[in-house]
């Protein structure tokens, strides 16, 4: 059975510090590893990863995937409140359309 | 455009009751999906069509779950009876091509509380 499992779960961080989250997968036929914003309301597309050490960058926020070691990371450096958010970590396989999600980081940082 | 359309917002109904959540894709996205969103299981994937047709229901918990798309504009999720361990938000999501484009959309949601 296809699995993600993010870690930590919970993290709290002060304005400004920088952070990682992590994401590690178990799935068969690996095709992609995606992440995803949620606020109050519905998960926003971050970024997708296909390929193994290539870094995806987006302003403050960026991403890696180690395809040998079967994880991923999103670190955000000068965290802002907006950034307070569930972080989610979904896999695709070969063939597959749907995407397995992680449990989700919650992430909280403070003015 | 107007995104992914759910209705309704918020649902509060007794055990047993039939519930039907609704759903509008983007226009023009082939596939939906329905995912349901708890504190202890995260999103789950319930089942996904593909233009029109349910193509994995394996996420659907059991046979009080039914889900249709009788058109590329509309899906419902119906469950019937309704059980408090139904609680839950539910999402509707499109995509126009295969999903690992990563291009998934994600309505607003439909929290459904059963008492």
């Known amino acids: 059975e296809d699995k993600v499992v993010q870690s930590p779960l919970s993290l709290v961080v002060h304005e400004g510090d920088t952070v990682t989250l992590n994401c590690s997968y178990e799935?068969?036929?690996?095709?992609?590893l995606l992440w995803y914003k949620q606020e109050k309301k519905a998960p926003t597309f971050l970024f997708m990863l296909t390929s193994s050490g290539i870094e995806k960058k987006s302003g403050r926020l960026s991403s890696i995937l180690d395809k040998k070691e079967l994880f991923s990371i999103l670190n955000i450096t000068a965290t802002q409140t907006g950034d307070s958010a569930v972080y989610l970590c979904?896999?695709?396989?070969?063939?597959?359309?749907?995407?397995?999600f992680g449990q989700g980081t919650r992430l909280t940082i403070n003015p | 455009d107007a995104g992914v359309i759910q209705s309704p917002r918020h649902e509060v109904t007794e055990m047993g009751q039939e519930v039907t959540l609704r759903c509008k894709p983007i226009?023009?996205?082939?596939?939906l999906f329905w995912y349901r969103q708890t504190m202890m299981r995260g999103l789950e994937l319930l089942i996904y069509?593909?233009?029109?047709?349910?193509?994995?229901d394996s996420g659907m918990p059991e046979d009080r779950f039914s889900a249709k798309m009788p058109n590329a504009s509309f899906s419902t999720l119906k469950i019937q009876p309704s059980e408090p361990r139904d609680s839950a938000v539910y999402f509707c999501?499109?995509?126009?091509?295969?999903?690992?484009?990563?291009?998934?959309?994600f309505g607003e949601g439909s929290r459904l509380t059963v008492l």
């Open positions: 069509f593909n233009n029109n047709v349910p193509i994995d």
């Open positions: 799935v068969t036929n690996f095709r992609s």
């Open positions: 999501a499109s995509s126009l091509a295969l999903v690992y484009t990563g291009e998934l959309f």
């Open positions: 979904a896999v695709g396989g070969q063939g597959a359309q749907k995407l397995v």
């Open positions: 226009s023009g996205h082939n596939s």
